[in-house]
Nanobody, 125 residues
Framework: QVQLVESGGGLVQAGGSLRLSCAASGRTASTYSMGWFRQAPGKEREFVAV????????YYADSVKGRFTISRDYAKNTVYLQMNSVEPEDTAVYCCAASSGWYGSSWSQDDMHYWGKGTLVTVSS
């Protein structure tokens, strides 16, 4: 069992930066691939970024590539999403999720086994 708790959301102006954190607990949390998904108002949940359990492999959605960076700190059992040059279109509830597998360049919410409750990011224009 893995428990995930997100933090760091809030209101930010377009062009600004924000860092989201996901604290993971559970004996095997460090062996999971960790990802971020988001759901904007009136839209379906979509994949944002993922990092492998070794912290080497990463993959990003085209919409955030070059602006967002995912990383993980094993000592703190925490995954981060650094969001730079944010845009109003990035406004969404961001959820952290864990997967026991690695799916290369094709990720969906069905690949994830554990979820956090999410943190709201609002980008003002």
């Amino acid at each position: 069992q893995v428990q995930l708790v997100e933090s760091g959301g809030g209101l930010v102006q377009a062009g600004g930066s924000l860092r989201l954190s996901c604290a993971a607990s559970g004996r095997t949390a460090s062996t999971y691939s960790m990802g971020w998904f988001r759901q904007a108002p009136g839209k379906e949940r979509e994949f944002v970024a993922v990092i492998g359990w070794r912290g080497i492999n990463t993959y990003y959605a085209d919409s955030v590539k070059g602006r967002f960076t995912i990383s993980r700190d094993y000592a703190k059992n925490t995954v981060y999403l650094q969001m730079n040059s944010v845009e109003p279109e990035d406004t969404a509830v961001y959820c952290c999720a864990a997967s026991s597998g690695w799916y290369g360049s094709s990720w969906s919410q069905d690949d994830m086994h554990y979820w956090g409750k999410g943190t709201l990011v609002t980008v003002s224009s």
